[in-house]
């Protein structure tokens, strides 16, 4: 069998730049090349504000939860006095992880050598440290992180300096403020892990083409792929607002509509990319968000987050209706599993040569163009 000798990737690569309609798809090693990925963790995912939580999943003084962004480890705390703050979750002494999991607790002690630091991260004891020449522990804390929250979401930022949220989510809150999100609450949330690159699993959320064909057993019949209207943002980002069914089985609300858009149509529909890694998905009645992070060049986690309006989620049979919700969108998501795996594993293929793009795949080419100038520009 002859294989075509691949050109450079610079080559390949460029192919990606030109218009739509004379596009391709990113050559393979974009999801394959650990130097690639190494530079995605410092200009992305270490430079952009990261959606990481809902504030209400700290409602009370010393209630944490540990993540784990590209490696790094970090820890959102809600302190005594009512703030949210964000810090590595590293040791100022020897780097153990101060704390695990999430729960609630009146300060973190690493379990090494019991130094002891507070809700926000002071350092509050260290034993035996008297001694050591030059030790200030008024000067010793765990490393800050940037935190703000937007629409009841809470962000977190690993650059020295990041651009003010309310400037950086400016575009994404024009178009979907409307949603109230802060007025909204989690009824139910999951992660799954996916065997393939972060970035397969951003460009499948934002691929309408393959809705007839993959998802025509559950929503691919409730939207008109080819009539939905993208207003492309910057930063790679786009919203859309379209009609389509709600996302249940059957397509019919299990729910009033949100008290926001009672003057809306039942057929309310809309979708959006916030870079890196959020994507969001409304219909009439709720809200479903999806973020991405990476776990290693290869393997990624997906996290599925459905919202309904607060005063919905005391309705009689709640408990019934968020499991349909959950079912359907589970269902979704496994769908696309299998696809987006058997991509990761074909870009390791000889055969493999970067299609070209469909002009369904707009949003899709928007993207990976803001991703190209973010990790390969040398401005």
């Known amino acids: 069998m002859n294989y075509q000798v691949p050109e450079p990737f610079d080559v390949r690569r460029e192919a990606t730049r030109a218009p739509l309609a004379r596009a391709r798809h990113q050559p393979g090693e974009t999801y394959t090349s650990p130097a690639i990925f190494e530079r995605e963790k410092e200009r992305v995912f270490f430079k952009d504000w990261l959606c990481l939580a809902r504030v209400e999943e700290f409602a009370k003084p010393g209630d944490y939860a540990t993540y784990r962004i590209a490696g790094e480890p970090l820890v959102i705390a809600r302190t005594a006095e009512g703030d949210l703050a964000a810090f590595a979750n590293v040791c100022a002494h020897r780097g153990v992880e101060v704390a695990a999991g999430r729960g609630n607790a009146r300060e973190f002690s690493c379990p090494y050598h019991g130094w002891l630091y507070g809700l926000d991260g002071r350092l509050l004891g260290a034993p035996y440290m008297k001694a050591a020449a030059g030790f200030d522990p008024a000067t010793c804390r765990l490393l800050s992180l940037a935190l703000d929250t937007w629409g009841g979401w809470v962000f977190v930022s690993f650059a020295d300096s ?3 949220l309310r400037d950086w989510i400016a575009d994404f809150d024009a178009d979907f403020s409307l949603l109230k999100q802060e007025d909204c609450r989690l009824v139910d949330q999951f992660e799954i892990a996916l065997d393939c690159n972060w970035k397969f699993v951003v460009e499948n959320l934002m691929d309408f083409y393959h809705s007839y064909s993959l998802h025509s057993g559950t929503f691919g019949s409730y939207i008109d792929i080819a009539k939905v209207p993208f207003t492309l943002r ?3 980002g786009y919203s859309a607002f379209y009609p389509a069914a709600p996302n249940t089985d059957g397509g019919k609300s299990l729910l009033p509509k949100m008290p ?8 309310f529909a809309c979708g959006g990319y916030l870079a890196p890694h959020v994507m969001l998905f409304a219909r009439i009645d709720c ?3 999806f973020r991405i992070f990476p776990l290693s060049l290869e393997r990624s986690r997906l996290i599925i987050t459905t919202l309904f309006p607060a005063a919905h989620t005391e309705l009689p049979g709640i408990e019934a209706i968020v499991a349909r ?3 359907f969108v589970a269902q979704i998501a496994e769908e696309d599993r299998a696809m987006i795996q058997s991509l990761q594993r074909n870009m390791h293929a000889r055969a493999f040569q970067p299609g070209p793009m469909s002009l369904l795949e707009r949003t899709i080419h928007h993207a990976v163009n803001h991703y190209l100038d973010r990790v ?4």
Do not use: M
Request: aromatic share 12%; proline share 8%; glycine share 4%.
């Open 325 to 327: 919700y959950h079912a």
């Open 376 to 379: 390969f520009d040398e401005k």
């Open 234 to 236: 910057k930063n790679g």
């Open 260 to 267: 926001w858009l009672v003057d809306r149509d039942e057929s």
């Open 287 to 289: 809200v479903q968000v």
């Open 162 to 164: 990041p651009p003010a």
